[in-house]
């Protein structure tokens, strides 16, 4: 038997800088699209993907809110899937990396290779220890850098992820 999950694991909620989405606006337009799953991945911060846990526990919702945190390293974004604490921002990768293995987390590398929106592998050793690279990025206007990183995974044998990474509602469970 073969079971489906659709999961959005990055989107962004008004706990970033940069999206004007409500936790509970993001969980009913998961709910519209039929998402199993999702994790609000703010940057630098656990409190959008903190309140639609408990919003979600409310309400009874029949949704899976992974928690999650997108940390903004010395190098680039490193997101901490599964993490309910918070990381500061501003450490090296390495030390990143680590504090999410502590917290149980694991370390996805969001928009990998895209310079204008502080892709990790540009600036960094492609080598370190991550669990996971983003190989689908809604957001990213040309190709280019979704193929560097589909390669990486495979050369790594790493996950590979398909994400919306949404700063508004429409956007949510795009790949």
């Known amino acids: 038997m073969i079971f489906i999950l659709k999961f959005d694991p990055h989107i962004h909620s008004i706990y970033s800088c940069d999206s004007r989405s409500t936790p509970e606006d993001i969980l009913k337009r998961a709910e519209e699209i039929e998402l199993n799953a999702i994790a609000i991945s703010d940057h630098n911060t656990i409190k959008g993907s903190q309140e639609a846990i408990k919003i979600a526990k409310k309400e009874n919702k029949d949704i899976i ?12 974004h490193m997101i901490g899937l599964g993490v309910s604490e918070y990381i500061p921002s501003g450490l090296s990768a390495i030390e990143t990396a680590d504090k999410i293995r502590d917290a149980g987390g694991l ?9 204008y929106r502080h892709g990790l592998f540009c600036n960094t050793n492609p080598n370190m220890i991550v669990d996971g690279v983003e190989c689908q990025n809604a957001r990213y206007i040309i190709g280019r850098s979704n193929k560097k990183a589909q390669k990486l995974a495979y050369e790594r044998r790493l996950a590979r992820i398909g994400a ?8 949510i469970g795009d790949s």
Do not use: A, N
């Open 65 to 76: 809110i992974v928690p999650s945190i997108e940390i903004s390293t010395d190098k680039g």
């Open 107 to 115: 370390i996805i590398i969001p928009h990998p290779f895209s310079r």
């Open 164 to 171: 919306s990474d949404s700063h508004f509602l429409k956007s």
